[in-house]
Structure formats: structure tokens, C-alpha cells
Nanobody
Framework: VQLVESGGGLVQAGGSLRLSCVAS????????IGWVRQALGREREGVSC????????YYADSMKARFTISRDSAKHAVFLQMDNLRPEDTAVYYC???????????????????WGLGTQVTVSS
């Protein structure tokens, strides 16, 4: 059972990146997938999640209208499209699986697991 993140990089403020989270060893139909991020010297924070049951999506307030989470079960992948990036979005982004995708995104950190190694996103001003 594994999740592997990719797609990070260096972009200028206002740019876009699309992160991928590829799953192996389990079906995306059985688990919710969540994204969290951790900036240097700061605690992890919930970013977004997508429900396996009905496809409901949730976003942290600062990311609404800029980030879009989606799922492609055929590709065993969840994507996080990030637009209009800001320097404060700079962080390592991780995806994990669990049950309980809802608006309380801080719970992703404790209730989700099988986190990948992360992908670095750096936004320059």
C-alpha cells in the first residue's frame, strides 16, 4: 500500500502546478484522499480532500477558488490543480488516505495515513 506524490516545482507567483498522487495496493474507490502541506518551520496544515463515496470535495479557506482536487480511478490517481499560486503556498505537499473527508481539514493530519514522501512546491515572488 503506497501513495506517491509528484508534480511539484518552482513557479512564479500567479503560476500554476498540477500535483499527482498515485495509489498502489488499494482502490481509490475505498478510501478518501487528502492533501496536507508543511512549510519550513511550520506545522502541517490540511489543504483539501475528496470523498470516495460521493466525490465531495473540501478546501481550506485560503485555497478555495484557487485549488481543485479531482480523482481518476482508472489511473489510480488523485490530482491537485493549483492556480494563482502565492509565495505563502510554498511547502512540501503530501497526500494520504483515510475515511472521513469533511470540512474539518485539520483532522486529515491525525485521521489519515499512508502519507507519501511529498513533493516540494516553491513559489517565488
Amino acid at each position: 500500500v503506497q501513495l506517491v506524490e509528484s508534480g511539484g516545482g518552482l513557479v512564479q507567483a500567479g503560476g500554476s502546478l498540477r500535483l499527482s498522487c498515485v495509489a498502489s495496493g488499494f482502490s481509490l474507490d475505498d478510501y478518501d484522499i487528502g492533501w496536507v502541506r508543511q512549510a519550513l518551520g511550520r506545522e502541517r496544515e490540511g489543504v483539501s480532500c475528496i470523498s470516495s463515496s460521493d466525490g465531495s470535495t473540501y478546501y481550506a479557506d485560503s485555497m478555495k477558488a484557487r485549488f481543485t482536487i479531482s480523482r481518476d480511478s482508472a489511473k489510480h490517481a488523485v490530482f491537485l490543480q493549483m492556480d494563482n499560486l502565492r509565495p505563502e503556498d510554498t511547502a512540501v505537499y503530501y497526500c494520504g488516505k483515510g475515511l472521513g473527508c469533511n470540512r474539518y481539514l485539520h483532522l486529515l493530519i491525525t485521521d489519515f495515513h499512508t502519507w507519501g514522501l511529498g513533493t516540494q512546491v516553491t513559489v517565488s515572488s
